[in-house]
């Protein structure tokens, strides 16, 4: 195999999603378990579309965690940086979802959030050899939300800027992990001033920034190279190496919107493996890296589940081949 790409740090876990759709929390009568968490989403993502991807993260020694592993390793992720925890159990999510297939997060079951093994993810087991090798690292904000997690992103921040890996940080606000929403803001801003790019949706800008313009919060960051707000049915808004622009949302039948901005984060990386760096300040170049991630996402809310969804490369550029047919 070769050496990943791109290294996605974070959380895996499975999402429970509700067999109901359109009932609340207590009427849910059955669940169907999906693989899931932000960063493997896109590490799974990646590898679908042919770009070398390897997760580091920590899961339990459980069946889940056992699970997790194996999947990802069938999907072609590089597993080196995965820890296991001998105590904690993997993290378990539990998911309602509307009858128009948006979800919401509704806890974990009979555990603490803290009780779980990705929040146990060690600073001193990172994988730093692969980092020597590395394009891109990419990190969300849920696990700022624990000392040893928040330690480990620390480390690789380091490994990083050591390297010259350019940082991806996808927001993915999740107010369901932390125990204190106000601790999250200044850890998350601080994390956002190492991103090279900065992936958000509109209400994460508007929470943020208090503007939903890529371009003006380009601005206020000063160095960063590209700014995506995704809006889901409305689109997606981009600043991407100078260029702004809008992406209209492609029209489908939505079956389940999970894991469609991991897939779109997905998309943008493999493109921007692809393309280089230097290519951005092509507006043309810029416009097709943003429209094919946003056809990634698109192509994940057909099918139920984030991973399992996923489309490969054929898939996607078929898709795009066909929504530029006339009629």
């Not at 990419?138 to 480990?152: D, H, K, N």
Request: net charge negative; glycine share 10%; proline share 6%.
């Amino acid at each position: 195999m070769s050496q990943p790409r791109v290294l996605c740090l974070g959380e895996v876990l499975y999402d429970f999603l509700a067999d109901q759709p359109g009932v609340p929390l207590e009427q849910v009568q059955s669940w169907t378990p999906y693989p899931g968490g932000a960063p493997a989403n896109v590490a799974c993502g990646l590898a679908k579309l042919g770009t070398p991807s390897g997760f580091i993260g920590c899961v339990g020694q459980d069946t889940l965690g056992l699970d997790l592993v194996k999947l990802l390793q069938s999907i072609g992720v590089d597993s080196t940086g995965i820890q296991q925890h001998p105590t904690a159990p993997t993290r378990a999510v539990y998911v309602v979802r509307s009858l128009t297939g948006d979800r919401t997060f509704a806890g974990f079951g009979d555990h603490n959030t803290a009780d779980f093994a990705d929040t146990h993810l060690q600073a001193d087991q990172l994988p730093i050899a692969q980092f020597e090798t590395a394009d891109f690292l990419v990190l969300g904000t849920l696990e700022l939300a624990y000392p040893e997690s928040r330690a480990a992103i620390s480390r690789a921040l380091q490994a990083a800027n050591q390297h010259y890996v350019k940082i991806l940080v996808d927001v993915n606000w999740r107010p369901v992990f932390w125990n204190n929403e106000a601790t999250a803001l200044p850890l998350i801003h601080e994390l956002i001033r190492h991103a090279d790019f900065l992936k958000l949706s509109e209400e994460e800008a508007e929470w943020l920034y208090g503007t939903v313009d890529p371009g003006v919060i380009a601005h206020r960051l000063g160095s960063v190279e590209g700014v995506l707000v995704t809006a889901g049915e409305k689109g997606c808004a981009y600043y991407l190496g100078g260029n702004e622009g809008n992406i209209p949302a492609f029209k489908i039948e939505v079956e389940d919107t999970t894991g469609a901005g991991d897939s779109f984060v997905a998309g943008l990386l493999h493109q921007l493996c692809q393309y280089g760096l230097k290519n951005l300040t092509d507006p043309n170049v810029a416009r097709g890296i943003v429209s094919y991630a946003s056809a990634m996402g698109a192509l994940t809310t057909t099918r139920p589940g984030a991973i399992a969804a996923q489309p490969t490369a054929a898939e996607v550029e078929a898709f795009q081949y066909l929504q530029q047919q006339p009629g």
